[in-house]
Nanobody, 119 residues
Framework: QVQLVESGGGLVQAGGSLRLSCAASGSIFSFNAMGWYRQVPGKQRELVAVITRGGSTNYADSVKGRFTISRDNAKNTVYLQMNSLKPEDTAVYYC?????????????WGQGTQVTVSS
């Protein structure tokens, strides 16, 4: 059973920074990709950033240049460094791990961590 545990959320003023961490119960190298998503009430969960096993990254347009995703395979942890935070970044942030097996996609989720940016 895969477990993902997020930490690092909290309350910050606009323009501030936070670093989210996602610790996996097993080797993150076993996953094809890991990412961060966010969700606000009444809206669909949206992709924020993703990093592949090979280290390629992709970001939502709204966070490009402000957020950085990284991974530490030795610690089985993925990070999301968030700088220049804006009130519209307020959401619950979820860690995701994705494994591809033939034609099957397996998604695993953490419990989420709240990020609140005050204006």
């Amino acid at each position: 059973q895969v477990q993902l545990v997020e930490s690092g959320g909290g309350l910050v003023q606009a323009g501030g920074s936070l670093r989210l961490s996602c610790a996996a119960s097993g080797s993150i190298f076993s996953f094809n990709a890991m990412g961060w998503y966010r969700q606000v009430p009444g809206k669909q969960r949206e992709l924020v950033a993703v990093i592949t096993r090979g280290g390629s990254t992709n970001y939502a347009d709204s966070v490009k240049g402000r957020f950085t995703i990284s991974r530490d395979n030795a610690k089985n942890t993925v990070y999301l460094q968030m700088n220049s935070l804006k009130p519209e970044d307020t959401a619950v942030y979820y860690c995701n791990a994705r494994r591809l097996d033939s034609d099957q996609v397996y998604d695993y989720w953490g419990q989420g961590t709240q990020v609140t940016v005050s204006s």
